[in-house]
Protein backbone atom coordinates (compact mmCIF):
# COMPACT_ATOMS: atom_id res chain seq x y z
CA UNK A 1 0.00 0.00 0.00
CA UNK A 2 2.89 2.46 0.98
CA UNK A 3 4.41 2.07 -2.54
CA UNK A 4 1.26 2.59 -4.50
CA UNK A 5 1.10 5.72 -2.19
CA UNK A 6 4.32 6.78 -2.87
CA UNK A 7 3.64 5.94 -6.66
CA UNK A 8 0.27 7.85 -7.15
CA UNK A 9 2.30 11.30 -5.33
CA UNK A 10 5.38 10.92 -7.35
CA UNK A 11 2.37 11.11 -10.49
CA UNK A 12 0.98 14.06 -8.86
CA UNK A 13 4.11 16.15 -8.16
CA UNK A 14 5.41 15.83 -11.72
CA UNK A 15 2.28 16.32 -13.30
CA UNK A 16 1.87 19.50 -11.07
CA UNK A 17 5.17 20.94 -11.84
CA UNK A 18 5.80 20.46 -15.25
CA UNK A 19 5.46 23.93 -16.82
CA UNK A 20 6.57 23.14 -20.47
CA UNK A 21 5.09 21.88 -23.51
CA UNK A 22 5.93 19.05 -25.67
CA UNK A 23 4.38 17.20 -28.55
CA UNK A 24 3.92 13.36 -27.70
CA UNK A 25 2.41 11.44 -30.52
CA UNK A 26 4.02 11.39 -34.31
CA UNK A 27 3.59 9.36 -37.06
CA UNK A 28 6.19 6.45 -37.29
CA UNK A 29 7.18 7.06 -33.71
CA UNK A 30 8.41 4.34 -31.60
CA UNK A 31 6.84 4.09 -27.81
CA UNK A 32 7.90 1.36 -25.08
CA UNK A 33 6.80 2.24 -21.51
CA UNK A 34 7.21 0.14 -18.20
CA UNK A 35 4.36 0.34 -15.58
CA UNK A 36 3.26 -1.38 -12.24
CA UNK A 37 -0.40 -2.26 -12.04
CA UNK A 38 -2.96 -2.86 -8.91
CA UNK A 39 -5.19 -5.33 -9.03
CA UNK A 40 -5.49 -7.65 -12.35
CA UNK A 41 -7.01 -10.90 -13.22
CA UNK A 42 -8.26 -11.63 -9.61
CA UNK A 43 -4.46 -12.11 -7.88
CA UNK A 44 -5.38 -10.75 -5.05
CA UNK A 45 -2.87 -12.44 -2.43
CA UNK A 46 0.49 -11.84 -1.01
CA UNK A 47 2.93 -10.51 -3.48
CA UNK A 48 0.07 -9.90 -5.82
CA UNK A 49 1.53 -6.52 -8.10
CA UNK A 50 1.45 -6.78 -11.92
CA UNK A 51 4.73 -5.55 -13.99
CA UNK A 52 3.82 -4.52 -17.77
CA UNK A 53 6.19 -3.65 -20.17
CA UNK A 54 4.83 -2.77 -23.82
CA UNK A 55 6.32 -1.79 -27.33
CA UNK A 56 4.34 -0.39 -30.27
CA UNK A 57 6.84 -0.19 -33.11
CA UNK A 58 4.02 0.08 -36.14
CA UNK A 59 1.92 3.10 -37.18
CA UNK A 60 -0.71 3.62 -39.29
CA UNK A 61 -2.85 6.24 -40.40
CA UNK A 62 -2.61 9.59 -38.75
CA UNK A 63 -3.11 8.42 -34.80
CA UNK A 64 -2.92 4.76 -34.62
CA UNK A 65 -0.03 2.34 -33.72
CA UNK A 66 0.33 -0.85 -32.60
CA UNK A 67 2.83 -3.30 -30.39
CA UNK A 68 3.05 -5.67 -28.59
CA UNK A 69 2.21 -6.32 -24.43
CA UNK A 70 3.29 -8.20 -21.68
CA UNK A 71 2.80 -8.44 -18.40
CA UNK A 72 3.57 -10.59 -15.17
CA UNK A 73 1.62 -11.61 -11.70
CA UNK A 74 2.41 -14.01 -9.47
CA UNK A 75 0.80 -14.36 -6.00
CA UNK A 76 0.78 -16.93 -2.97
CA UNK A 77 -2.18 -17.93 -0.76
CA UNK A 78 -1.68 -19.63 2.67
CA UNK A 79 -4.27 -21.61 4.72
CA UNK A 80 -4.37 -23.86 7.50
CA UNK A 81 -1.39 -26.20 6.23
CA UNK A 82 -1.75 -25.31 2.76
CA UNK A 83 0.04 -22.68 0.44
CA UNK A 84 -0.71 -21.77 -3.30
CA UNK A 85 1.09 -19.84 -5.68
CA UNK A 86 -0.64 -18.49 -8.83
CA UNK A 87 1.17 -17.37 -11.68
CA UNK A 88 -0.15 -15.45 -14.64
CA UNK A 89 1.39 -14.33 -18.04
CA UNK A 90 0.15 -12.05 -20.43
CA UNK A 91 1.51 -11.81 -24.09
CA UNK A 92 -0.73 -9.51 -26.74
CA UNK A 93 -0.69 -8.04 -30.15
CA UNK A 94 -2.24 -4.12 -29.40
CA UNK A 95 -3.40 -1.29 -31.44
CA UNK A 96 -3.87 2.23 -30.03
CA UNK A 97 -6.02 4.88 -30.99
CA UNK A 98 -4.41 8.43 -29.54
CA UNK A 99 -7.96 9.92 -30.36
CA UNK A 100 -7.15 13.67 -29.11
CA UNK A 101 -3.38 13.97 -29.14
CA UNK A 102 -2.27 18.14 -27.38
CA UNK A 103 0.85 19.34 -26.26
CA UNK A 104 1.27 17.11 -23.18
CA UNK A 105 -1.92 14.72 -22.95
CA UNK A 106 -2.48 12.27 -25.15
CA UNK A 107 -5.20 10.12 -24.47
CA UNK A 108 -5.36 6.30 -26.06
CA UNK A 109 -8.02 3.65 -26.78
CA UNK A 110 -6.91 0.32 -28.35
CA UNK A 111 -7.62 -3.32 -28.38
CA UNK A 112 -5.71 -6.49 -27.58
CA UNK A 113 -5.33 -10.04 -28.66
CA UNK A 114 -3.17 -11.82 -26.92
CA UNK A 115 -2.73 -15.57 -24.74
CA UNK A 116 -2.90 -15.42 -21.13
CA UNK A 117 -0.56 -18.61 -19.40
CA UNK A 118 -1.92 -19.08 -15.59
CA UNK A 119 -0.03 -21.90 -13.87
CA UNK A 120 -0.93 -22.70 -10.04
CA UNK A 121 0.78 -25.28 -7.57
CA UNK A 122 -0.58 -26.53 -4.53
CA UNK A 123 -3.06 -28.95 -3.51
CA UNK A 124 -5.54 -28.94 -5.91
CA UNK A 125 -9.26 -30.05 -5.97
CA UNK A 126 -11.15 -32.34 -8.17
CA UNK A 127 -14.21 -29.94 -8.68
CA UNK A 128 -11.59 -26.98 -9.44
CA UNK A 129 -9.21 -26.32 -12.00
CA UNK A 130 -6.93 -23.05 -11.41
CA UNK A 131 -5.11 -22.95 -14.95
CA UNK A 132 -7.00 -21.90 -16.96
CA UNK A 133 -4.65 -20.45 -19.94
CA UNK A 134 -6.16 -19.01 -23.46
CA UNK A 135 -6.59 -16.88 -26.13
CA UNK A 136 -8.16 -13.21 -24.60
CA UNK A 137 -9.65 -10.16 -26.58
CA UNK A 138 -10.14 -6.86 -24.84
CA UNK A 139 -10.15 -3.61 -24.96
CA UNK A 140 -7.91 -1.09 -23.10
CA UNK A 141 -7.44 2.74 -22.61
CA UNK A 142 -5.52 5.28 -21.21
CA UNK A 143 -3.31 8.74 -21.65
CA UNK A 144 0.16 9.87 -21.38
CA UNK A 145 1.17 13.12 -20.41
CA UNK A 146 4.83 14.03 -21.81
CA UNK A 147 6.54 16.05 -19.08
CA UNK A 148 9.53 16.43 -21.92
CA UNK A 149 10.39 15.65 -25.43
CA UNK A 150 11.32 11.86 -25.03
CA UNK A 151 9.38 10.73 -21.69
CA UNK A 152 5.62 10.66 -20.12
CA UNK A 153 3.76 9.12 -17.17
CA UNK A 154 1.37 6.60 -18.49
CA UNK A 155 -2.01 5.36 -16.53
CA UNK A 156 -3.98 2.48 -18.73
CA UNK A 157 -6.54 0.73 -17.69
CA UNK A 158 -7.14 -2.44 -19.34
CA UNK A 159 -7.68 -6.65 -18.85
CA UNK A 160 -4.51 -7.02 -17.46
CA UNK A 161 -3.73 -5.54 -15.37
CA UNK A 162 -6.97 -3.44 -14.37
CA UNK A 163 -5.33 -0.39 -13.38
CA UNK A 164 -1.51 0.51 -14.04
CA UNK A 165 0.58 3.70 -13.91
CA UNK A 166 4.23 3.97 -15.52
CA UNK A 167 6.90 5.98 -17.62
CA UNK A 168 6.61 5.92 -21.38
CA UNK A 169 10.03 6.92 -23.45
CA UNK A 170 9.77 7.98 -27.28
CA UNK A 171 12.58 6.18 -29.60
CA UNK A 172 13.08 8.02 -32.83
Known sequence: MKAILITILFTALLITFSN?????????????????????GGLTGTGAVPISAEFNFLSFEKNINAGVFVAYSSSTYAAYAYEWKYTDVIIAAQGNWHFLPGEKWDPFAGLSLGYD????SGPTYSFYSPTSSGFFISV?????????????????LGYFPYFSVGVTHTFN
Open 117 to 120: IRSH
Open 20 to 40: QSYSQFAIGQKTGSLSIGFDG
Open 140 to 156: QGGVNYWFSPEWAIQGR
